[in-house]
C-alpha cells in the first residue's frame, strides 16, 4: 500500500518557489481537486520534467528553433527568410504550418520498405532522445532542479546518446533503398568517431567533478568556475561532438540531402518524416541541454527578483538557446566534411583533444588533493 | 483527367479542412525539376534577390518529402519518365506548377521531335508564361497556387474584348518574316575553296605527310583545311594527323546526309593542343559514303576525344563507327524517339504564324505517358559489379544534387570504379530544330543552349555568319559585344559558383553568388531590356546603339560586384572545408585532359595554355589588356580558383571596353547587311525582317570557335547557298565536350567527390545535350 499521506507530505515539501505568482497560487492550492494539480505540477522534479526546461520548453524549441535558424541564415545571406505567413511576427508560426501540413499529408510505405520496422522506428527514436531530460539538472549549487537524482546520471545520459543511431541504422535497413542505405553506413562510421571522444569527454568531466551525479556536477561549478574554464578543451571537444551527432553542418554527412538525399530518411514522407525532421533538432536540443549542465554552469546566473527557483531555470533555457543559435549558425557558415575527413576528424584531432582534456582533469584533481 | 482538383478536394474534406488548407498554403516545398533554361530563373527566384523562402516555400528537391512540383521548361521524352515517376512518389496533396513556354505548348522548340507537353503527363494546376519566366511571374505562380488552396477560384479568367485601334492594320500586314526557300537538290559541299593568303605552308606540309591517301586538300578559309580522303583510308589519315601532324584532339563528329545524292558526308574537325602553331588551325577529315551500308572505322582508338559525339552521331543518323562501345546502343535520345531522327527524311511540321479559330497546329505527335522508368543498365552489369563486391548507384536525372544527368557509379566501399554518363535529358534537337528556321531566327534558339551565358552563345552563332557573308563589324559594337559578351562569362560562372557551393552544402556561397549574378543580368537587362534572354546580337553588330549612361552603370557594377566578390571569396572560397572538399580531388593531369579533349579554363587548369581570345582574336580582345589563366593543379580547386581569377580578368577587360567605347562614335550594324536600309544603322527596330529576313550564306562549310563561359563553342553551318534556312548546323558546346573529362576525373574519387567534380567543371546539362 502506498501512504497517501508521506506522498501529499513529499510533493508539498518540495515545491517549486515562485514568490511573483504566488499570490495567484494560493487561493488555487486551496480548492479540492485543482489544489492537488497545481501542487503537482509545482512538484519540483515534475515542475522540471514537464516544464522547464522539460518537454514544454522543448515543445516550444522545436517550433521556434528552425525559425531562428531560417532566419538567422536567411539574414547571413543577404534574405529575410519565412516572413508572409504573419508579416507582423516575422514568420514565426512558419513551422506550425510545416509541422501540420506534414500531418494531413499521405504516409508512403513502398513496397520494398519492411513496414512493421519502417512505421516503427521513427516513434521509438523518440524514446532515447527524450529519457536524458530525466536526469538534466537546470538548478544551480545548492538548488537542483533535476527530475531524478541518481549517483549514476552521467553514465545513463551517455548510454542513451548512445543507443540514438542505434535507431537511425534501423530507419535505414527498414526503408531498403540505397541512398537510405549509403546515408545509414555513414552514421555508423560517424556513430564510432564522435562516440569515442564524447565518452572520454565525459569521463574527464566526471573526473575533474568528481562525481557523477548531476547535483554534484552543477555544485562543483560554484560561481565563475563553469566547467567551460575549468576545462575549456573538454568543453570544445564536447562541442564539436554535439555537431557530429546532430548530423549538422559542417558534419552533415549522413543526411547530405544533395548527396543521398537526406540519407536515412529519404522514403519518409507525412507526418513520419515530420517526426525525423523534428527528431534532429530534439537531439540538439537535449545535446545541448547537456552542454549547459556540464560546462556552463545550469542555472546559474544573477537571481531575477520575484521569480524564485524559476529564475534558475530561464538562465538555463537562455544558455541551451545560445548554444543551439551557435550551432544553428554553423549552416551559414561551413560547407558539408567528406566522409572520410569526418572520420579523421573524429579518429584523430578529436580524439587527441579529449585525451588531453583527461588527462587536464586528472592534472587539475592531482593538483586539488 | 479525373485526377484532377482532387487535391483540393482533399483539402476541403473534413472538419479540419480550414487548418489543412492554411497548412498546405503556407508550407508548399517545391520539388525543382530543373529542365533548362527556367531552372535559372528558379535559382534566382530562391536567392537573396527574390527570396521564394518569404512565401514558405523551401526548395527541397526529394519527392518523398515535397508537395509542390515546379517544372521549369522543356520534359523531353527521357525526362517524362522522370517526372511521371517522382510525381508519382509524392504524397498527396501536391500540386504542380509549369514554368517557361515551352512547358506549355513547346515555345520556342514546339516542333522538335523530342519534347512532350508536361500537361499530358501530370495534372497542371498553373502555366506561367515567358521564355525564360522572370523571378517576379514565378513568385505569383507560387502564389497563385497558395490562393487556390484556399479555395479563391481561379480556375477561370474571363477575359475582356477591347477593341485595338492596329488591329485592322495588322490585318492588311503579311506574315512578319519571310517565307523559307529549300532548294529541292541542294548542292553540298564542304571544302569550297576560300581565297585567303594563309596556309600554304601547311597544305604543303599535309601533302606531304599524307601523300597518296587524300584526294584533295583545300583551303576552305583562314585557319580551316579540308582534307578529303576515302573511307578506307580515313583511319590511316588520322593517324598520320595524330603522330606526325601533333593533331590530338577531335573537336567535333559531323554527319551530313545527302539524300538526293544517296550519301553522307562524315567529317572530323581535329586540332592540336600541344603545337602552339596549330592551335587555332581547324583541319578538317571528311569522306563520303553510300547511305546504304554506311559504316566507318570508328576513330575513338586514336582519339579518345571522338567517342560520345561518335556515338552522338550514330543514334542521330544511323552511321555506324566501326570499334566505339555504344554502336547500337541509345545514349541521348529516349526509347520513344522517332528512330534517325536528324536525317533528312524525317521531317518536322513546318511553322505557321496565323491559326485560324479552332485550328490546333498540326504537329500533334501522340504522345502517350511513358509506361517506364527507363534505366539503360543490363542486369548482367548489376550482377557483375555485385560478384566483385561494388554497389552500382544511379544518379539522376531528378536528385537534389545533380543537373539532368544521369550518371551510374560503380562503387567499391566508398571509391568509385566506373563512372556511366547518360545525357539527353534536355536534348531538345537544336540542329535538327536549327534547318526549320531562317538563319536570323536560329539566334534566339541557341542562345537557349545556355541561358546562363548567353551573348556568348549568340556570338558563336553570329560569327559564323559573319565570316561566312565576309561581314567587317563595326568598332563601336565590336567593344559593345566584347563588354556583353564579358558579363555574359562573369554570369555564367558565378552560375556555376553558386551550383559549386550549394553541392558542399553552403547555402550561402549560393546566395552570394546568386547576388552578384544579378547585379550583372541588371546590367545586361539595362543593355538589352531583357534578364536573361537578350538574343541582342545580330549579323554585322548589335541591335541597337547602347547610351553612354547605360555604359556608365556598367562600370558602376564592376566596381559595386568587386567587394561582394570579395566576401564571397571569404565565406566560400577561403572556407577551410571547401579546401578540404576540392583539394587534390578529380584531379585531370595533362596528358588526360588533351586525350579527353577537355576546353576552356578546365583545360587551362590542366596546364595548357588554350584561349581563343588569345590565340585566335576575334572582336576586340587583341586592342585590351588582359592575361590568360592557367594552372598545373588540374584538381577541383584548381579548376575553380583557375575561373575565379578568369572572372578578374574579365571584369578588367569590362572597364577597359568601357572606357574605349565611349571615344568611339558611330554605326552599331554593318552596311555590309543593312544594303539600302542604311538609317537602322544604329536601330534595327522596323527594319529587322527586311534586313535578314533573306539572310543566304555562300555555298560551303562555315566553322567558328569562340571561347564562351566554359570553353570553346564550336559552330558549323553548312549552306547549299540557295536556301535562306542552313542546311545543317552543327553545335558543340563547351559541356558537351567536356563530359568525356568529367567522367575521367570521377574514376577514382570517392563517392561524395562527384558533387565536388561535378561543380568544379560547371556542368550544365542543357548546354550539353543541346
Given at each position: 500500500?502506498?501512504d497517501?499521506?508521506?506522498?501529499?507530505?513529499?510533493?508539498?515539501?518540495?515545491?517549486?518557489?515562485?514568490?511573483?505568482?504566488?499570490?495567484?497560487?494560493?487561493?488555487?492550492?486551496?480548492?479540492?481537486?485543482?489544489?492537488?494539480?497545481?501542487?503537482?505540477?509545482?512538484?519540483?522534479?515534475?515542475f522540471?520534467?514537464?516544464?522547464?526546461?522539460?518537454?514544454?520548453?522543448?515543445?516550444?524549441?522545436?517550433?521556434?528553433?528552425?525559425?531562428?535558424?531560417?532566419?538567422?541564415?536567411?539574414?547571413?545571406?543577404?534574405?529575410?527568410g519565412?516572413?508572409?505567413?504573419?508579416?507582423?511576427?516575422?514568420?514565426?508560426?512558419?513551422?506550425?504550418?510545416?509541422?501540420?501540413?506534414?500531418?494531413f499529408?499521405?504516409?508512403?510505405?513502398?513496397?520494398?520498405?519492411?513496414?512493421?520496422?519502417?512505421?516503427?522506428?521513427?516513434?521509438?527514436?523518440?524514446?532515447?532522445?527524450?529519457?536524458?531530460?530525466?536526469?538534466?539538472?537546470?538548478?544551480?549549487?545548492?538548488?537542483?532542479?533535476?527530475?531524478?537524482?541518481?549517483?549514476?546520471?552521467?553514465?545513463?545520459?551517455?548510454?542513451?546518446?548512445?543507443?540514438?543511431?542505434?535507431?537511425?541504422?534501423?530507419?535505414?535497413?527498414?526503408?531498403?533503398?540505397?541512398?537510405?542505405?549509403?546515408?545509414?553506413?555513414?552514421?555508423?562510421?560517424?556513430?564510432?568517431?564522435?562516440?569515442?571522444?564524447?565518452?572520454?569527454?565525459?569521463?574527464?568531466?566526471?573526473?575533474?567533478?568528481?562525481?557523477?551525479?548531476?547535483?554534484?556536477?552543477?555544485?562543483?561549478?560554484?560561481?565563475?568556475?563553469?566547467?567551460?574554464?575549468?576545462?575549456?578543451?573538454?568543453?570544445?571537444?564536447?562541442?564539436?561532438?554535439?555537431?557530429?551527432?546532430?548530423?549538422?553542418?559542417?558534419?552533415?554527412?549522413?543526411?547530405?540531402?544533395?548527396?543521398?538525399?537526406?540519407?536515412?530518411?529519404?522514403?519518409?514522407?507525412?507526418?513520419?518524416?515530420?517526426?525525423?525532421?523534428?527528431?534532429?533538432?530534439?537531439?540538439?536540443?537535449?545535446?545541448?541541454?547537456?552542454?549547459?549542465?556540464?560546462?556552463?554552469?545550469?542555472?546559474?546566473?544573477?537571481?531575477?527578483?520575484?521569480?524564485?527557483?524559476?529564475?534558475?531555470?530561464?538562465?538555463?533555457?537562455?544558455?541551451?538557446?545560445?548554444?543551439?543559435?551557435?550551432?544553428?549558425?554553423?549552416?551559414?557558415?561551413?560547407?558539408?566534411?567528406?566522409?572520410?575527413?569526418?572520420?579523421?576528424?573524429?579518429?584523430?584531432?578529436?580524439?587527441?583533444?579529449?585525451?588531453?582534456?583527461?588527462?587536464?582533469?586528472?592534472?587539475?584533481?592531482?593538483?586539488?588533493? | 483527367?479525373?485526377y484532377?482538383?482532387?487535391?483540393?478536394?482533399?483539402?476541403?474534406?473534413?472538419?479540419?479542412?480550414?487548418?489543412?488548407?492554411?497548412?498546405?498554403?503556407?508550407?508548399?516545398?517545391?520539388?525543382?525539376?530543373?529542365?533548362?533554361?527556367?531552372?535559372?530563373?528558379?535559382?534566382?527566384?530562391?536567392?537573396?534577390?527574390?527570396?521564394?523562402?518569404?512565401l514558405?516555400?523551401?526548395n527541397?528537391?526529394?519527392?518523398?518529402?515535397?508537395?509542390?512540383?515546379?517544372?521549369?521548361?522543356?520534359?523531353?521524352?527521357?525526362?517524362?519518365?522522370?517526372?511521371?515517376?517522382?510525381?508519382?512518389?509524392?504524397?498527396?496533396?501536391?500540386?504542380?506548377?509549369?514554368?517557361?513556354?515551352?512547358?506549355?505548348?513547346?515555345?520556342?522548340?514546339?516542333?522538335?521531335?523530342?519534347?512532350?507537353?508536361?500537361?499530358?503527363?501530370?495534372?497542371?494546376?498553373?502555366?506561367?508564361?515567358g521564355?525564360?519566366?522572370?523571378?517576379?511571374?514565378?513568385?505569383?505562380?507560387?502564389?497563385?497556387?497558395?490562393?487556390?488552396?484556399?479555395?479563391?477560384?481561379?480556375?477561370?479568367?474571363?477575359?475582356?474584348?477591347?477593341?485595338?485601334?492596329?488591329?485592322?492594320?495588322?490585318?492588311?500586314r503579311?506574315?512578319?518574316?519571310?517565307?523559307?526557300?529549300?532548294?529541292?537538290?541542294?548542292?553540298?559541299?564542304?571544302?569550297?575553296?576560300?581565297?585567303?593568303?594563309?596556309?600554304?605552308?601547311?597544305?604543303?606540309?599535309?601533302?606531304?605527310?599524307?601523300?597518296?591517301?587524300?584526294?584533295?586538300?583545300?583551303i576552305?578559309?583562314?585557319?580551316?583545311?579540308?582534307?578529303?580522303?576515302?573511307?578506307?583510308?580515313?583511319?590511316?589519315?588520322?593517324?598520320?594527323?595524330?603522330?606526325?601532324?601533333?593533331?590530338?584532339?577531335?573537336?567535333?563528329?559531323?554527319?551530313?546526309?545527302?539524300?538526293?545524292?544517296?550519301?553522307?558526308?562524315?567529317?572530323?574537325?581535329?586540332?592540336?593542343?600541344s603545337?602552339e602553331?596549330?592551335?587555332?588551325?581547324?583541319?578538317?577529315?571528311?569522306?563520303?559514303?553510300?547511305?546504304?551500308?554506311?559504316?566507318?572505322?570508328?576513330?575513338?582508338?586514336l582519339?579518345?576525344?571522338?567517342?560520345?559525339?561518335?556515338?552522338?552521331?550514330?543514334?542521330?543518323?544511323?552511321?555506324?563507327?566501326?570499334?566505339?562501345e555504344?554502336?547500337?546502343?541509345?545514349?541521348?535520345?529516349?526509347?520513344?524517339?522517332?528512330?534517325?531522327?536528324?536525317?533528312?527524311?524525317?521531317?518536322?511540321?513546318?511553322?505557321?504564324?496565323?491559326?485560324?479559330?479552332?485550328?490546333?497546329?498540326?504537329?500533334?505527335?501522340?504522345?502517350?505517358?511513358?509506361?517506364?522508368?527507363?534505366?539503360?543498365?543490363?542486369?548482367?552489369?548489376?550482377?557483375?559489379?555485385?560478384?566483385?563486391?561494388?554497389?552500382?548507384?544511379?544518379?539522376?536525372?531528378?536528385?537534389?544534387?545533380?543537373?539532368?544527368?544521369?550518371?551510374?557509379?560503380?562503387?567499391?566501399?566508398?571509391?568509385?570504379?566506373?563512372?556511366?554518363?547518360?545525357?539527353?535529358?534536355?536534348?531538345?534537337?537544336?540542329?535538327?530544330?536549327?534547318?526549320?528556321?531562317?538563319?536570323?531566327?536560329?539566334?534566339?534558339?541557341?542562345?537557349?543552349?545556355?541561358?546562363?551565358?548567353?551573348?556568348?552563345?549568340?556570338?558563336?552563332?553570329?560569327?559564323?555568319?559573319?565570316?561566312?557573308?565576309g561581314?567587317?563589324?563595326?568598332?563601336?559594337?565590336?567593344?559593345?559585344?566584347?563588354?556583353?559578351?564579358?558579363?555574359?562569362?562573369i554570369?555564367?560562372?558565378?552560375?556555376?559558383?553558386?551550383i559549386?557551393?550549394?553541392?558542399?552544402?553552403?547555402?550561402?556561397?549560393f546566395?552570394?553568388?546568386?547576388?552578384?549574378?544579378?547585379?550583372?543580368?541588371?546590367?545586361?537587362?539595362?543593355?538589352?531590356?531583357?534578364?536573361?534572354?537578350?538574343?541582342?546580337?545580330?549579323?554585322?553588330?548589335?541591335?541597337?546603339?547602347?547610351?553612354?549612361?547605360?555604359?556608365?552603370?556598367?562600370d558602376?557594377?564592376?566596381?559595386?560586384?568587386?567587394?561582394?566578390?570579395?566576401?564571397?571569396?571569404?565565406?566560400?572560397?577561403?572556407?577551410?572545408?571547401?579546401?578540404?572538399?576540392?583539394?587534390?580531388?578529380?584531379?585531370?593531369?595533362?596528358?588526360?585532359?588533351?586525350?579527353?579533349?577537355?576546353?576552356?579554363?578546365?583545360?587551362?587548369?590542366?596546364?595548357?595554355?588554350?584561349?581563343i581570345?588569345?590565340?585566335?582574336?576575334?572582336?576586340?580582345?587583341?586592342?585590351?589588356?588582359?592575361?590568360?589563366?592557367?594552372?598545373?593543379?588540374?584538381?577541383?580547386?584548381?579548376?575553380?580558383?583557375?575561373?575565379?581569377?578568369?572572372?578578374?580578368?574579365?571584369?578588367?577587360?569590362?572597364?577597359?571596353?568601357?572606357d574605349a567605347?565611349?571615344?568611339?562614335?558611330?554605326?552599331?550594324?554593318?552596311?555590309?547587311?543593312?544594303?539600302?536600309?542604311?538609317?537602322?544603322?544604329?536601330?534595327?527596330?522596323?527594319?529587322f525582317?527586311?534586313?535578314?529576313?533573306?539572310?543566304?550564306?555562300?555555298?560551303?562549310?562555315?566553322?567558328?570557335?569562340?571561347?564562351?563561359?566554359?570553353?570553346?563553342l564550336?559552330?558549323?553551318?553548312?549552306?547549299?547557298?540557295?536556301?535562306?534556312?542552313?542546311?545543317?548546323?552543327?553545335?558543340?558546346?563547351?559541356?558537351?565536350?567536356?563530359?568525356?573529362?568529367?567522367?575521367?576525373?570521377?574514376?577514382g574519387?570517392?563517392?561524395?567527390?562527384?558533387?565536388?567534380?561535378?561543380?568544379?567543371?560547371?556542368?550544365?546539362?542543357?548546354?550539353?545535350?543541346?
Amino acid at each position: 500500500m502506498i501512504d497517501i499521506n508521506a506522498l501529499i507530505s513529499t510533493i508539498m515539501n518540495n515545491q517549486v518557489n515562485i514568490p511573483l505568482l504566488q499570490p495567484l497560487l494560493d487561493p488555487l492550492l486551496g480548492m479540492p481537486v485543482i489544489g492537488y494539480i497545481i501542487a503537482l505540477i509545482l512538484w519540483k522534479p515534475f515542475f522540471v520534467l514537464i516544464l522547464i526546461p522539460g518537454f514544454a520548453t522543448m515543445g516550444i524549441m522545436l517550433l521556434i528553433l528552425p525559425w531562428i535558424e531560417r532566419k538567422m541564415v536567411g539574414r547571413m545571406q543577404w534574405r529575410v527568410g519565412p516572413r508572409e505567413i504573419s508579416p507582423h511576427t516575422r514568420g514565426i508560426i512558419q513551422l506550425l504550418a510545416d509541422s501540420l501540413r506534414f500531418l494531413f499529408q499521405e504516409v508512403i510505405i513502398h513496397k520494398d520498405a519492411h513496414k512493421l520496422y519502417f512505421l516503427q522506428f521513427p516513434f521509438l527514436y523518440f524514446i532515447p532522445v527524450l529519457l536524458p531530460l530525466l536526469f538534466i539538472n537546470a538548478g544551480t549549487a545548492g538548488n537542483p532542479l533535476v527530475p531524478i537524482q541518481t549517483d549514476y546520471a552521467l553514465q545513463i545520459m551517455v548510454a542513451l546518446i548512445s543507443l540514438m543511431p542505434v535507431f537511425i541504422l534501423g530507419v535505414g535497413w527498414a526503408s531498403n533503398n540505397r541512398f537510405s542505405f549509403i546515408g545509414t553506413v555513414r552514421e555508423a562510421f560517424l556513430y564510432f568517431a564522435y562516440e569515442i571522444p564524447f565518452i572520454v569527454v565525459i569521463l574527464a568531466m566526471i573526473v575533474l567533478y568528481g562525481t557523477s551525479n548531476t547535483v554534484g556536477v552543477i555544485d562543483k561549478q560554484s560561481g565563475v568556475w563553469w566547467g567551460i574554464i575549468q576545462n575549456p578543451l573538454a568543453a570544445l571537444t564536447f562541442f564539436i561532438a554535439t555537431v557530429m551527432a546532430t548530423a549538422r553542418l559542417p558534419f552533415e554527412i549522413p543526411e547530405a540531402d544533395q548527396e543521398v538525399s537526406f540519407g536515412p530518411f529519404v522514403e519518409y514522407s507525412g507526418i513520419a518524416f515530420g517526426l525525423a525532421y523534428v527528431m534532429g533538432y530534439e537531439k540538439m536540443y537535449v545535446l545541448s541541454a547537456i552542454m549547459t549542465m556540464l560546462f556552463l554552469g545550469g542555472g546559474s546566473g544573477p537571481v531575477i527578483p520575484g521569480l524564485g527557483d524559476l529564475s534558475y531555470g530561464i538562465w538555463f533555457v537562455i544558455k541551451t538557446l545560445i548554444v543551439l543559435v551557435v550551432m544553428a549558425n554553423l549552416r551559414g557558415v561551413y560547407p558539408r566534411y567528406r566522409l572520410d575527413q569526418g572520420l579523421r576528424i573524429g579518429w584523430g584531432a578529436m580524439l587527441i583533444l579529449a585525451l588531453i582534456a583527461l588527462g587536464w582533469s586528472i592534472v587539475v584533481m592531482g593538483v586539488r588533493l | 483527367m479525373e485526377y484532377k482538383n482532387a487535391n483540393i478536394r482533399f483539402l476541403e474534406s473534413g472538419l479540419l479542412s480550414p487548418f489543412k488548407k492554411w497548412a498546405a498554403k503556407w508550407s508548399l516545398w517545391p520539388c525543382h525539376f530543373i529542365t533548362s533554361c527556367c531552372g535559372v530563373e528558379l535559382a534566382h527566384a530562391f536567392a537573396c534577390g527574390y527570396d521564394g523562402e518569404r512565401l514558405g516555400t523551401l526548395n527541397m528537391g526529394i519527392s518523398r518529402q515535397s508537395n509542390y512540383i515546379i517544372i521549369e521548361g522543356t520534359i523531353t521524352r527521357k525526362m517524362a519518365r522522370a517526372l511521371q515517376f517522382v510525381w508519382g512518389q509524392m504524397p498527396d496533396p501536391k500540386f504542380v506548377n509549369v514554368i517557361g513556354a515551352c512547358g506549355e505548348r513547346g515555345g520556342i522548340f514546339w516542333n522538335s521531335y523530342n519534347i512532350t507537353h508536361p500537361s499530358d503527363i501530370v495534372p497542371i494546376d498553373f502555366f506561367i508564361p515567358g521564355c525564360p519566366v522572370t523571378p517576379e511571374a514565378l513568385l505569383r505562380g507560387v502564389r497563385a497556387t497558395q490562393d487556390k488552396i484556399i479555395g479563391k477560384d481561379r480556375k477561370t479568367i474571363e477575359f475582356k474584348k477591347v477593341e485595338l485601334p492596329f488591329e485592322k492594320r495588322l490585318k492588311e500586314r503579311m506574315v512578319p518574316t519571310s517565307p523559307k526557300l529549300f532548294a529541292p537538290t541542294p548542292a553540298i559541299k564542304v571544302d569550297v575553296k576560300s581565297e585567303v593568303d594563309w596556309g600554304k605552308e601547311l597544305e604543303n606540309k599535309l601533302k606531304k605527310e599524307l601523300d597518296g591517301l587524300y584526294k584533295s586538300i583545300t583551303i576552305t578559309g583562314k585557319n580551316s583545311i579540308a582534307i578529303r580522303t576515302a573511307q578506307e583510308n580515313l583511319m590511316e589519315v588520322a593517324r598520320k594527323l595524330r603522330d606526325q601532324m601533333k593533331m590530338d584532339h577531335v573537336k567535333s563528329v559531323n554527319v551530313i546526309e545527302v539524300p538526293h545524292e544517296r550519301k553522307f558526308i562524315v567529317e572530323y574537325v581535329v586540332s592540336s593542343y600541344s603545337v602552339e602553331e596549330l592551335m587555332p588551325v581547324l583541319v578538317t577529315v571528311f569522306t563520303e559514303m553510300g547511305v546504304k551500308d554506311a559504316k566507318i572505322q570508328s576513330l575513338t582508338s586514336l582519339w579518345e576525344s571522338a567517342n560520345y559525339s561518335e556515338r552522338e552521331m550514330h543514334e542521330f543518323f544511323g552511321v555506324l563507327f566501326d570499334g566505339n562501345e555504344g554502336m547500337g546502343k541509345k545514349f541521348i535520345l529516349a526509347p520513344d524517339t522517332p528512330d534517325l531522327p536528324l536525317r533528312k527524311e524525317f521531317k518536322l511540321p513546318d511553322e505557321r504564324y496565323v491559326f485560324e479559330k479552332s485550328v490546333t497546329p498540326e504537329f500533334m505527335v501522340p504522345i502517350e505517358p511513358p509506361k517506364d522508368l527507363y534505366i539503360p543498365i543490363s542486369e548482367e552489369f548489376v550482377e557483375d559489379a555485385y560478384a566483385s563486391d561494388e554497389i552500382v548507384v544511379p544518379i539522376g536525372p531528378h536528385h537534389a544534387g545533380s543537373g539532368h544527368l544521369r550518371v551510374t557509379f560503380r562503387i567499391k566501399g566508398d571509391i568509385i570504379v566506373d563512372a556511366i554518363p547518360e545525357p539527353g535529358f534536355v536534348h531538345r534537337s537544336m540542329e535538327k530544330l536549327a534547318e526549320t528556321k531562317l538563319y536570323v531566327q536560329n539566334i534566339p534558339l541557341f542562345e537557349r543552349l545556355a541561358i546562363n551565358d548567353p551573348v556568348n552563345m549568340n556570338l558563336g552563332y553570329v560569327r559564323t555568319i559573319e565570316k561566312a557573308l565576309g561581314i567587317e563589324v563595326p568598332e563601336r559594337a565590336q567593344y559593345l559585344r566584347t563588354i556583353m559578351a564579358e558579363l555574359s562569362r562573369i554570369e555564367a560562372f558565378y552560375y556555376d559558383a553558386a551550383i559549386f557551393s550549394l553541392f558542399f552544402g553552403h547555402t550561402t556561397g549560393f546566395m552570394y553568388s546568386m547576388a552578384i549574378r544579378e547585379m550583372i543580368i541588371e546590367a545586361l537587362m539595362r543593355m538589352t531590356g531583357s534578364r536573361s534572354g537578350p538574343s541582342f546580337l545580330v549579323p554585322g553588330g548589335i541591335r541597337r546603339d547602347i547610351p553612354d549612361d547605360v555604359l556608365g552603370l556598367t562600370d558602376n557594377i564592376t566596381f559595386a560586384i568587386h567587394k561582394r566578390m570579395k566576401k564571397f571569396e571569404d565565406i566560400f572560397v577561403n572556407n577551410p572545408v571547401t579546401i578540404a572538399r576540392a583539394k587534390g580531388v578529380g584531379v585531370l593531369t595533362k596528358e588526360d585532359a588533351i586525350r579527353c579533349g577537355m576546353v576552356g579554363p578546365f583545360l587551362r587548369a590542366s596546364g595548357v595554355n588554350y584561349d581563343i581570345r588569345k590565340i585566335a582574336p576575334y572582336e576586340v580582345y587583341d586592342k585590351l589588356d588582359w592575361e590568360v589563366t592557367t594552372g598545373d593543379d588540374g584538381d577541383c580547386l584548381g579548376r575553380f580558383l583557375g575561373r575565379l581569377e578568369e572572372i578578374k580578368q574579365s571584369v578588367r577587360i569590362v572597364k577597359q571596353a568601357v572606357d574605349a567605347v565611349k571615344g568611339i562614335k558611330g554605326a552599331v550594324l554593318s552596311e555590309d547587311v543593312l544594303g539600302e536600309y542604311k538609317e537602322a544603322s544604329s536601330d534595327i527596330k522596323g527594319n529587322f525582317f527586311r534586313v535578314f529576313g533573306n539572310l543566304v550564306l555562300p555555298k560551303g562549310e562555315w566553322t567558328t570557335i569562340t571561347e564562351a563561359g566554359r570553353g570553346t563553342l564550336l559552330f558549323s553551318i553548312i549552306s547549299d547557298g540557295e536556301s535562306n534556312v542552313p542546311y545543317r548546323v552543327r553545335v558543340m558546346t563547351p559541356c558537351w565536350m567536356n563530359l568525356r573529362g568529367f567522367m575521367e576525373a570521377l574514376k577514382g574519387a570517392r563517392y561524395a567527390d562527384f558533387w565536388a567534380v561535378y561543380g568544379s567543371f560547371g556542368y550544365f546539362p542543357p548546354e550539353a545535350d543541346r
